[in-house]
C-alpha cells in the first residue's frame, strides 16, 4: 500500500508491504469462526517454537500434562503432527473453489453439506478406532502377525479385518467423499464448509493412526510387502489430503505433475527402456512405502517442519514488527534518485523481501503492488515493468543468508553446513542482482528516464536513524558464523525483531525531532499472538507443498528412476560434458515450472542431482546448478509463475512479460555453467582466484547486459558492436587467464570500432538474400 506522508508533500511511504494477499479462495471469518481459527494457527506456530528449542510445560513447572506433548518429541511423530495440523488449518482456511459474488447465502447449508455431516460419522469412526489403538499401544500388550507388532484384536475379529473396516475403509470413504463434495458447491465466505470439516477430521486420523503404529516394530515393514493394511489406507488418505491442500494453496502444477508420478508407479512395469521396472508395485507396499522418511516425512518435510516453520515465524515477526516497510522505504530512499528509479529500488526490496517469504510470485505480489505502477509511472512500458519485478523478485530466491529457505533444504539434503552453503551463494547472487541492476539501469539511459523526485521520496537522514530495524538480520547472520545451530539463531533473530520494535518508540521519546518514517508500534502481547496466528496461516502454502514433493521423492526412491536419469547423463557425457549440462539444465526448468521454489528444488535434486554428482561434479556445485534453475523457472516462459502474478499487476500481456522477465535475467542462466568451468565463484579456491574470478564475472556480466541491450560507453550499440560485447562477456564469465585476455582484447576492439567508425546503431542485421 501507498501513503501519504506529512514528512514530505507526496512522498511515496511504503506501508504494509509485506502483508499476505487474499487469494480468491481464502476464507473472510468472523466471529467465533475467526477467534477459534486465529488460536489454531498462534498454537500450532507456538508448538513448533516451543519443540524445536525443546520447551515444555514440565520443564518450567514439574507437572507432566498427558494430553500435551513432551519434547523432544521422536523426529516421525514430529513430523506427522507437523503435516496433520498444517492439513486441518488448511482446509479451514482455504475454500475448495474460488469465491465469487454469488455464494449461498448465509444460513442455508446446500444439499451436499448434509452428505458431507453424514460422511463425518465414519470418520469419527476411524478417527474413534484410532485413538483406542493408540491407548493400547501406550499400555505395551500387543499382539504379532508374521513376526510384525500389529493392531490389537477386538474380541472375535480378525485382526486383519478390523483393520480394513474398522478403520481404513471408514477413513477412505470420507476422505475421498469430502474432496469430491468440496468441488461440487460454493459456500459463504464467512462460514466453514461441512465438507472442510470433514476433512480436516479425517486428516487428525491418520495421524492419530500413524503415530502409534510407527512407534511399535511395525515400523520396520515399511516399504516392504509385509507392510500392515492400516497403513497402506492411512497412507492413502494422507496423501490425497495433501494433494488437494496443495492443489488449493499452489494451484494444479505440482498436482499435476505428482499424478503423473503416481501413475507411473503402477504403470512402470509396463514401461520401455529406462522407465521399465522389474516387477509391478502393489498398492499396499507404495501406500505403505510413501508415508516414511523416503518419502512424505523425508528430506522436505524435515526442511519445513524446522527450518522453514521457523523463519516463517521469523518472517512473521518482521512483519509485525514494521522491518519489511523499512526495507521498501531504505530502498527507495537510497536508489529511487537514479535513473529509472523505481526500478533499482524494486532490485533492492525485492531481494531483500525474496530471501526471507521463499516464494518469487508471493514477492512480486508483496512488493510488485507498490514498485510496478511507479515504473510504469517515469517511462517502463508495463510488460517490462512486470518483468523488472519478477525477475528481482525471482532472485531473492538465491540470496543469502536465507535464500527462501532453499539453503536449508540443500543442506538436508546434502549434508553440506548451512554455513557453507551460504557463504557459496555470495558471489552467485551479487552476479545476478548486478547483471539485474545493468540491464535496468541501460534500459533507462536507452530511453532517457529520470529518477524520482526529492519530495517523492522518504528521507535518506531518517532511514539511516532507523538502521537499528536491521538488527533481526544482523544478529541470525552473526549468531550462524558464530556455530549457533540454524534453530536457535532463527529464535534469538525473532526475539531480536520483537525487541527491536519498541525502538522507534523509545527513538521518539529520547530524541523528540527523530520522527521515524512510517508506522511505529512496539510489539505487546496481543501483537506477539498476531504474528504466531500470521505465521500459522503463511505456513500452510510452504508445508503443502513440501509435503506433495515428498510424495515425488517417495516414488523416485522406491522405483530408483532417479539413478536411471543418471545413466542417462552419464551417456551424454561421454559425447558432450556441456550436452549433459544443458539436458539437465533443461530438465530441472520442466521440473520446477509451476511450483514454488521448495518443491522445484526438492524435485529436481532427486531426479538430476545425483546423475551431476556420478559426472564427477562437486555435490555442492551439482546442487548449486539444479537449484539456480529450478528457481529460474519462475521466469522461464511458457510457465512463468513471478512474470504472470506481475503481469496481473502491470496490465501487461503474461507471455510478453515472462519474455522479458527471462531477458533481464539471462545472466542467472549462464552463471551455473561458470560454477561448473570455475569453482572460484562458489568460494572455492584462494582469496587471490576467488577475487579474480568475482571481479571478471562481474565485468562479465556488465558486458551481457550492454550487448542485450544494446548500451555500450554511454551511447547505442550496433548489432555487431552488441555481438562482440556478448562474446567478450562468454570469455570473461568462463574466468580463465587466456579467456580473461582475449574478453578484454574483444572489448578493446569493439570500443575501437565505436569510437572510429560510429556503426548506425538502428541499421538491421544484414541477412543473407535480403536487401
Known amino acids: ?77 514430529f513430523r506427522i503432527v507437523h503435516i496433520a495440523g498444517a492439513l486441518a488449518l488448511g482446509f479451514l482456511v482455504y475454500n475448495a473453489l474460488v469465491y465469487s459474488d454469488e455464494t449461498a447465502p448465509p444460513g442455508t447449508p446446500g444439499p451436499w453439506d448434509k452428505i458431507a455431516w453424514v460422511l463425518l460419522v465414519p470418520a469419527l469412526f476411524a478417527l474413534g478406532t484410532s485413538v483406542w489403538f493408540a491407548r493400547t499401544v501406550a499400555s505395551g500388550t500387543l499382539p504379532e502377525m508374521g513376526g510384525l507388532t500389529t493392531w490389537p484384536a477386538f474380541p472375535g475379529t480378525p485382526i486383519y479385518s478390523q483393520e480394513v473396516w474398522y478403520f481404513g475403509v471408514p477413513l477412505l470413504v470420507a476422505s475421498l467423499g469430502g474432496i469430491v463434495l468440496g468441488w461440487l458447491e ?45 497403513i497402506a489406507f492411512a497412507a492413502t488418505a494422507g ?89 521498501v522505504n531504505f530502498a527507495f530512499a537510497a536508489a529511487g534518485r537514479a535513473r529509472g528509479g523505481p526500478a533499482k529500488v524494486a532490485i533492492f526490496a525485492s531481494g531483500l523481501m525474496g530471501m526471507i517469504n521463499g516464494t518469487s510470485a508471493g514477492n512480486v505480489v508483496a512488493t510488485g503492488s507498490l514498485t510496478i505502477p511507479l515504473m510504469k509511472k517515469v517511462g517502463y512500458k508495463p510488460r517490462v515493468s512486470g518483468a523488472i519485478e519478477a525477475a528481482a523478485s525471482t532472485g531473492g530466491q538465491i540470496m ?119 508506522s511505529v508500534a512496539g510489539m505487546g502481547a496481543r501483537s506477539i499472538a498476531k504474528a504466531f496466528e500470521l505465521a500459522g496461516i503463511m505456513s500452510i502454502q510452504i508445508i503443502a507443498v513440501c509435503a506433495c514433493a515428498g510424495i515425488i521423492v517417495g516414488v523416485i526412491s522406491l522405483t530408483g528412476v532417479g539413478a536411471r536419469f543418471s545413466s542417462v547423463l552419464l551417456d551424454l557425457a561421454a559425447a558432450s560434458q556441456l550436452l549433459a549440462l544443458f539436458f539437465a539444465m533443461c530438465i530441472s526448468i520442466l521440473l520446477g515450472m509451476g511450483m514454488p521454489t521448495t518443491a522445484a528444488y526438492a524435485v529436481a535434486a532427486s531426479v538430476v542431482a545425483p546423475g551431476l554428482v556420478q559426472l564427477g561434479i562437486p555435490q555442492l556445485t551439482a546442487h548449486f546448478f ?8 519462475a521466469i522461464t516462459p511458457p510457465v512463468a509463475l ?64 550492454g550487448g542485450v541491450q544494446g548500451w555500450f560507453i554511454g551511447q547505442k550499440a550496433a548489432w555487431i558492436i552488441r555481438l562482440a560485447l556478448i562474446v567478450a562477456a562468454l570469455f570473461m564469465i568462463e574466468g580463465g ?35
Open 186 to 230: 460454493q459456500a459463504p465466505r464467512n462460514r466453514f464448509r461441512a465438507s472442510d470439516i470433514l476433512l480436516a477430521v479425517c486428516a487428525i486420523a491418520v495421524a492419530a493412526y500413524l503415530i502409534p503404529i510407527y512407534s511399535t516394530a511395525a515400523r520396520n515393514s515399511v516399504g516392504t510387502p509385509f507392510v500392515p493394511i492400516g
Open 737 to 771: 587467464v587466456i579467456t580473461d585476455l582475449i574478453g578484454i582484447g574483444t572489448v578493446v576492439g569493439a570500443w575501437l570500432v565505436q569510437k572510429v567508425f560510429h556503426p548506425d546503431p538502428d541499421a538491421p542485421i544484414p541477412v543473407r538474400g535480403v536487401d
Open 400 to 518: 543469502p543468508p536465507i535464500m527462501g529457505a532453499g539453503a536449508f533444504i540443500m543442506a538436508e539434503i546434502t549434508g553440506i553446513p548451512y554455513q557453507e552453503i551460504a557463504i557459496a551463494a555470495i558471489i552467485p547472487a551479487v552476479l545476478y542482482f548486478v547483471s539485474v541492476y545493468f540491464m535496468v539501469d541501460f534500459e533507462a539511459a536507452r530511453l532517457g528516464m529520470r529518477g524520482m523526485r526529492e519530495d517523492e521520496l522518504p528521507k535518506l537522514g531518517k532511514m539511516l536513524q532507523q538502521l537499528y530495524l536491521f538488527f533481526p538480520i544482523i544478529i541470525l547472520i552473526v549468531a550462524l558464523f558464530m556455530g549457533y545451530s540454524v534453530i536457535r539463531a532463527g529464535t534469538l533473530a525473532t526475539m531480536a525483531a520483537a525487541v527491536v520494535s519498541w525502538m522507534p518508540v523509545l527513538m521518539v521519546r529520547i530524541f523528540p525531532n527523530s520522527v521515524p518514517v512510517g
Open 239 to 327: 496423501t490425497a489430503l495433501i494433494m488437494e491442500l496443495t492443489r488449493r494453496v499452489a494451484g494444479m502444477a505440482l498436482v499435476v505433475i505428482t499424478g503423473v508420478f503416481l501413475a507411473y508407479v503402477f504403470t512402470a512395469h509396463l514401461m520401455p527402456g529406462i522407465l521399465a521396472v522389474s516387477s509391478a508395485y502393489s498398492w499396499q507396499r507404495f501406500f505403505g512405502h510413501v508415508y516414511s522418511d523416503a518419502g512424505i516425512l523425508g528430506p522436505t518435510t524435515a526442511v519445513s517442519s524446522t527450518y522453514i516453520i521457523l523463519f516463517i515465524i521469523f518472517a512473521a515477526f518482521l512483519q509485525a514488527s514494521k522491518v519489511g516497510d523499512y526495507f
Open 1 to 77: 500500500m501507498v501513503q501519504e506522508s506529512t514528512q514530505a508533500e507526496d512522498a511515496v511511504i511504503a506501508e504494509g508491504v509485506d502483508e499476505e494477499p487474499i487469494e480468491g479462495n481464502r476464507r473472510l471469518l468472523d466471529g467465533w469462526r475467526l477467534t477459534s481459527v486465529a488460536a489454531f494457527a498462534a498454537l500450532y506456530a507456538l508448538f513448533h517454537m516451543a519443540a524445536l528449542n525443546g520447551v515444555s510445560i514440565s520443564d518450567y513447572t514439574g507437572i507432566n500434562v498427558p494430553l500435551l506433548p513432551q519434547f523432544p518429541m521422536e523426529t516421525w511423530n
Open 626 to 633: 539444479v537449484f539456480y534453475f529450478a528457481v529460474l523457472s
Open 642 to 705: 513471478a512474470s504472470y502474478a506481475a503481469a496481473g499487476i502491470s496490465g501487461a500481456n503474461p507471455m510478453e512479460t515472462s519474455v522479458a522477465s527471462f531477458k533481464i535475467g539471462i545472466a542467472a542462466f549462464i552463471v551455473p555453467f561458470m560454477f561448473f568451468y570455475n569453482s572460484a565463484l562458489l568460494m572455492d579456491g584462494t582469496w587471490f582466484e576467488v577475487g579474480r574470478a568475482g571481479l571478471t564475472a562481474v565485468f562479465g556480466v556488465f558486458l551481457l547486459s
